[in-house]
């Protein structure tokens, strides 16, 4: 172990982030800036009743003399599972979304049917061809960047946001939550999932075909649809008391859910990057933040989430089957596959990202201010 290692005295965070700090108590940034930023918000039951309730009739009120009153990106995982279960019994007339990367494990489509059953939810499925996720997906892998996930995650968010545009929807729902996702660090274990210049620019460096079927959605696409079309997020879940125990125990009560064994288990991809290529490359246990984020909301001891950090994130027959069908579908080799994940590891900042663009738009826009102002550029 290296001898400077240090996990935090209130959560499980440790050194795997090289960018954390601890006070003389030893306890880290992330539970501080829990208790400063976070706890501060937190409703109490009745506010947090009352709060819902108002949401609620907002959406109801935006979505008189339209067919909907609010979007809902659904994965089949417990979170967004969760959103349409709350949306079904307050009844919100609810569009549900899927984005279909090709990568959905047979049970996740099983649970998405048993939702829409139920609930009777008009359905949009956004098939993406497969050759050109894959692509980009190689792109990402083969830059060697560590959130692999943009490439989903960007896409899911733009088909929401342009899906809701289309139908005039005022609201999206938000499986974002302070129970279970409250604790992330900031550098070096994900990047920001809106910044389509660096997508591109990864795509365009490691990639070969053009995105026909991919939705993106840029800076100004974002403003737009926030500010012109004013379109919000309702993170309903944290209007309620979500305990992540409770919530698979009533999904799987009134939807016949099943649960997938390990968060984010529903796409075969996200599960073998979380819990294989990870650790693996990155050094990275998705599960540190998730147990902490369960520690900060008073829902797991440490003393437990140590205890679930003894155990194996794969077992070795599981992980040898989806080692060979994720790097099967991808069309690498294990040479190949293994090649990249010797590669160093490289910064998303090493691409071009929408902050240097911006910069470089700015230089050029001060550079030809400064040339008519000499007199050397003819204004237009």
Known sequence: MNPTYQICTRCVMDTTDRHIAFDSQ?????????EAKIRPTLLSSAQAAAKLA??????????????????????????????????WRHGLRTLVVHLDNGWDSELAVKNIENIIRKTGFDYF???VDWEEFKDLQLAYLRASVVDIEVVTDHAITALMYRTAGKFGIRYILSGLNHATESIMPRQGWNYQKRDLTNLRAIHRQFGARSLRTYPTLGVYGYAYYHYLRRILVAPLLNLVEYRYENV???????????????????SAFTKFYQAYILPRKFDVDKRRPHLSSLICAGQLTRTEARQRLTE?????EELRRDYEFVTKKLGLTT????SIMKQPVIAHEFYATERTDALLNLQK?????????????KTK
Request: contains cysteine.
């Open 54 to 87: 108002e949401t609620i009739a907002a959406m109801k009120t935006a979505g008189r003399g339209r067919r909907y009153d609010c979007l809902l990106g659904l994965s089949g995982g417990a979170d967004s599972s969760y959103l349409a279960l709350l949306a």
């Open 248 to 266: 698979l125990q009533e999904l799987t009560h009134e939807f016949g859910w099943r649960f997938y064994g390990r968060k984010h288990g529903e």
């Open 312 to 316: 194996p994130v794969y077992d070795p």
């Open 26 to 34: 030893g306890v880290c940034n992330h539970c501080r800036e829990y």
């Open 335 to 338: 040479e190949q596959f293994e």
């Open 125 to 127: 499925n956004h098939v």
């Open 365 to 377: 826009s001060a550079g030809k201010f400064i040339l008519r102002a000499l007199g050397l550029r």
